[in-house]
C-alpha cells in the first residue's frame, strides 16, 4: 500500500510567506523515488500570463464564499518549468486550462473574460476541443462564441473517447446538438480536472481511464501529462520522461484549500483546522477507512471522514459569524453521520461484500468521499450516482443511446463515462469521487457542470436519495461544502 503522507519540514511551515525550499520527504518508495525537489523555485519578478496572482509560495484569492489559498510546498513553480511552456502546436500550455489563479481548473466567468480580452484567440478556445465540434464555424467572434458555449457556460472541454473492440454494447444513436454525431468516436463534455491536492487521488481524470493501464497514480499522472500534450496542446511528438517529471513534479507539491468565508471568517479560528497549511501535513494511505471494510457497519466509515471543524459544533451566540461557524460544524457532523440509504449505485450496490448483495446500503456522505479532510475515496472507487442519466440531462448535451449486445436492452444518457473505456455495460455512467477541498473556488460541479452550485449539488443529492433535508440541514451541508 502507498502511504501518500505529504509532510512539510519545520522550515516550510515557519517560512511559508516566501518560497519553502525545504524538499518534502518522500511519499512512498512506490509513489515517488525521492523527495520532490525539482522543478521548482522562488517567485519570479515577471510572472508570466498564466500566474496572475500566483506569485508566492502561498497566494490568496477572492471567490464568491470568500478567499481561497495555493500552497506551493516546494516553492512557486518557475515560468520555465514544463507546466507553463507550449509544447505542442497550438500555444496551449498546461496552465491554459489548468489555471493557477481559479483553482487549477477554470470557471466560467474567467473564461469569458479570456474570451473577451481575446476576442476569441486565447489558445483554450482552439477547435480541437474548446468548441462544441471541431466542425463548427469559428468565422465571426458571434459563431465562436456560440461554437464555444459549453466551455463558456459551464466550463466543459469536448473529449473524443472511442469504445474498445468487443465492448459489450452497441452505439445505437448520438443525439449532439452540434454536430459531433458520431457513433464510433464519442463526445463527451467533461469539467477540466484541478491540478492540486493531487495527492489525494486514487483515480486519475473524471472516467478513471488513465489509471486502468498503469500501476500507480504517478505513473498515470504522467501518462495523463503526456496524452494532454500530444491531445489537448496538439503535439507531434510526446514528451520526454524529464518533461512528464518536471511536470509532475510542479503538480504534486501544490495544496489549494478555502481559508475564509465571508460569513464565518478565518477557517482556523476557534480551535478550527480549516483552511490550506494543514493539508500538507494530511495524510492519504490507500484503502484506509474503508467503509467496506468489516470495521464498522456497512457503508459506515471506521472513523470520521472530516474532523476539521468538530469544534464549531456546539458554538453557540448572537455573533453572526459564531452562528456561521456553528452551520460549517453542524454540516460537517452531518456529513459525516447523516443516514442516508444507497440504492441503484453501479459501482456500489451491484456489488457482493461476505456472500452479501449491497443491494441497499445505510451510508453517509463519507460512504463514497472517505478520504480524511480531502474527502476523495481511498480505493479506486467508481460509482454512477446518476449524474449523467437521461431523466435530468439538459439540452445542451448529448444523448447517446446504447444497447447490450447480449440482452438487448438499451439505455441513455449524456456521458458514458467508465464504460467508453472498458466496454463493459456495467461502468456506463460511472465515474470517480473527487476531491472536495477548495469547492468554493471552482463551480460548476459534476464532471459535466451540471450543478451551477452546492446548492445545486445538495438539491440533487437530496432528491436521488430521497434523504428529505430540513432546510436548516441543507443550509449547514452548504456552509460545510462551501468551508472546504
Keep these: 500500500m502507498r502511504n501518500l503522507t505529504l509532510v512539510m519540514t519545520a522550515a516550510c511551515v515557519a517560512s511559508w510567506l516566501t518560497a519553502c525550499s525545504a524538499p518534502l520527504p518522500p511519499a512512498s518508495q512506490a509513489e ?66 489548468h489555471n493557477p489563479n481559479n483553482g487549477w481548473t477554470e470557471s466560467p466567468t474567467n ?41 463558456l457556460t459551464k466550463g466543459l472541454i469536448r473529449i473524443g473517447l472511442t469504445p474498445p473492440n468487443g465492448a459489450e454494447f452497441l452505439v445505437l444513436a448520438v443525439n449532439n446538438p452540434y454536430g459531433c454525431t458520431s457513433q464510433s468516436q464519442i463526445s463527451v463534455y467533461r469539467r477540466i480536472s484541478p491540478t492540486t491536492n493531487l495527492g489525494f487521488l486514487s483515480n486519475v481524470m473524471w472516467d478513471g481511464r488513465e489509471s486502468l493501464t498503469t500501476s500507480s497514480v504517478q505513473q498515470a499522472l504522467l501518462t495523463q ?64 477507512n474503508n467503509p467496506f471494510s468489516g470495521k464498522a457497519p456497512i457503508g459506515v466509515t471506521p472513523s470520521p471522514a472530516f474532523t476539521l471543524f468538530s469544534a464549531w459544533e456546539s458554538l453557540s451566540g448572537g455573533n453572526s459569524a459564531l452562528l456561521a461557524r456553528a452551520s460549517v460544524g453542524r454540516g460537517e457532523k452531518l456529513f459525516n453521520s447523516l443516514p442516508i440509504t444507497l440504492t441503484g449505485v453501479a459501482g456500489l450496490n451491484d456489488q457482493v461484500l461476505n456472500g452479501k448483495a449491497l443491494t441497499t446500503v445505510t451510508g453517509t456522505c463519507a460512504t463514497c468521499h472517505n478520504a480524511p479532510n480531502a474527502g476523495s475515496h481511498t ?49 456506463i455512467g460511472k465515474f470517480k469521487v473527487p476531491v472536495l477541498r477548495n469547492l468554493s473556488a471552482r463551480a460548476p460541479y459534476f464532471h ?21 433535508l430540513t432546510a436548516q440541514q441543507h443550509a449547514d451541508l452548504v456552509a460545510f461544502l462551501s468551508a472546504l
Excluded at 403 to 422: I, K
Excluded at 449 to 457: E, I, K, N
Design 111 to 151: 473564461l469569458n473574460n479570456r474570451f473577451t480580452a481575446s476576442n476569441g484567440n486565447d489558445p483554450i478556445f482552439a477547435s480541437i476541443d474548446g468548441t462544441n465540434c471541431p466542425s463548427l464555424s469559428t468565422a465571426t467572434l458571434a459563431a465562436h462564441r456560440t461554437a464555444s458555449s459549453l466551455l
Design 225 to 288: 501529462a503526456s496524452d494532454a500534450v500530444t491531445g489537448h496542446e496538439a503535439g507531434a511528438v510526446a514528451p520526454t520522461a524529464a518533461t512528464l517529471s518536471a511536470i509532475y513534479n510542479a503538480e504534486i507539491p501544490q495544496f489549494s484549500a478555502q481559508t475564509t468565508l465571508s460569513t464565518a471568517g478565518a477557517l482556523n479560528g476557534t480551535n478550527a483546522q480549516g483552511g490550506v497549511l494543514t493539508l500538507p501535513q494530511q495524510s492519504f494511505t490507500p484503502g484506509s
Design 379 to 427: 480505493t479506486s472507487f467508481l460509482v454512477n450516482t446518476g449524474v449523467a442519466a437521461a431523466n435530468v440531462r439538459t439540452s445542451d448535451l448529448p444523448l447517446i443511446t446504447l444497447s447490450n449486445r447480449a440482452t438487448g436492452g438499451t439505455v441513455q444518457t449524456s456521458d458514458p463515462g467508465l464504460a467508453l473505456t472498458t466496454g463493459k455495460w456495467a461502468d
Design 32 to 97: 515517488r523515488a525521492s523527495a520532490i525537489s525539482v522543478a521548482v523555485a522562488a517567485p519570479v519578478a515577471t510572472p508570466p500570463s498564466d500566474f496572475g496572482s500566483y506569485a508566492t509560495a502561498l497566494s490568496v484569492f477572492g471567490d464568491p464564499a470568500g478567499q481561497w489559498s495555493n500552497f506551493a510546498a516546494n516553492g512557486v513553480v518557475p515560468p520555465t518549468n514544463p507546466f507553463f511552456l507550449a509544447l505542442g502546436s497550438n500555444k496551449r500550455t498546461c496552465g491554459t486550462c
Design 448 to 468: 459535466n457542470g451540471s450543478a451551477a452550485t452546492l446548492d445545486d449539488v445538495v438539491n440533487f443529492y437530496n432528491a436521488r436519495f430521497a434523504m428529505k
